[in-house]
């Protein structure tokens, strides 16, 4: 499982260093073969799974009924954009310019250790979505996290 979070910078190729402390267990879990695409929900964030996972999800969205506008675009968001990726001797993965482009990453990302996968952010748009949810999170709270004891 994967959590933590890190500041990166990518570096002029568009090109993100997986923090070391995931890099062995990325190893022994997939062999460093991760899949690489769009958040389902937040616009300019990025999700990274390995590959065991990636195939699970793929196969669950691609399960979705095509008759429905929301299943299609969803399908469209994460399994047609999704792209294969390797970290190279460094450690690091290329990020494709479109996937850059739409989650509008700059030099400053955030990269999410969220449990089965990792979340690629823009830190000024993490930052502003943090501010967001913190005004509001009494408002939304729903039954499930009222619950919760943290």
Request: one cysteine or more.
């Amino acid at each position: 499982m994967y959590f933590g979070e890190t500041a990166i910078n990518l570096d002029v190729k568009g090109r993100l260093a997986i923090p070391t402390r995931y890099r062995e267990l990325i190893t022994e879990q997939c062999a460093g073969r991760l899949v690489l695409t769009y958040s389902a929900f937040d616009s300019g964030a990025l999700w990274l799974y390995p590959e065991q996972e990636w195939t699970r999800v793929r196969d669950e969205v691609m399960q979705l009924s095509t008759f429905k506008a929301s299943h299609r675009g969803l399908q469209r968001r994460l399994v047609g954009s999704a792209t294969p990726v390797e970290p190279d001797g460094s450690g690091r993965i290329l990020i494709p310019q479109t996937l850059r482009q739409v989650a509008g990453l700059e030099k400053h990302v955030v990269f999410l250790g969220m449990g089965s996968r990792f979340e690629i952010w823009n830190e000024k748009t993490l930052s502003q979505k943090r501010m967001e949810e913190e005004s509001s999170i009494n408002e939304q709270a729903s039954d499930e996290m009222s619950r919760l004891v943290l």
